[in-house]
Nanobody
Framework: QVQLVESGGGLVQAGGSLSVSCVAS????????MRWYRQAPGKSREPVAT???????DYADSVKGRFTISRDNAKNTVYLQMDSLKPEDTAVYFC???????????????????WGQGTQVTVSS
């Protein structure tokens, strides 16, 4: 089985910084895109940032210039560094990854999408 487990997050004042990380574990053959999403109370889940296996990145307009996504392929880990935080960044942050499990034949199976359980980020004004 494959699991994504987030850590980090917490409470910070507006203008401050926070980082979250997400580790993928289990019988993993390969990981393609890794993403961060967030969901604020009463709102839909929205994409925040994406990083490809080749480290190409993309960001939501609302976080460009403030957030930085990175990954360590050797550790199956994706990070999100959040700077100049605003109260509207308050949300539960979820990591998401496209992962191929290692089959019993030692090769990659079908790519599937996996989600972490989420971690709370609260920015006070």
């Amino acid at each position: 089985q494959v699991q994504l487990v987030e850590s980090g997050g917490g409470l910070v004042q507006a203008g401050g910084s926070l980082s979250v990380s997400c580790v993928a574990s289990g019988s993993i053959f390969s990981i393609n895109d890794m993403r961060w999403y967030r969901q604020a109370p009463g709102k839909s889940r929205e994409p925040v940032a994406t990083i490809t296996n080749g480290h190409n990145t993309d960001y939501a307009d609302s976080v460009k210039g403030r957030f930085t996504i990175s990954r360590d392929n050797a550790k199956n880990t994706v990070y999100l560094q959040m700077d100049s935080l605003k109260p509207e960044d308050t949300a539960v942050y979820f990591c998401n990854a496209e992962i191929a499990q290692r089959t019993r034949y030692g090769v990659g199976g079908t790519l599937r999408e996996y989600w972490g359980q989420g971690t709370q980020v609260t920015v006070s004004s």
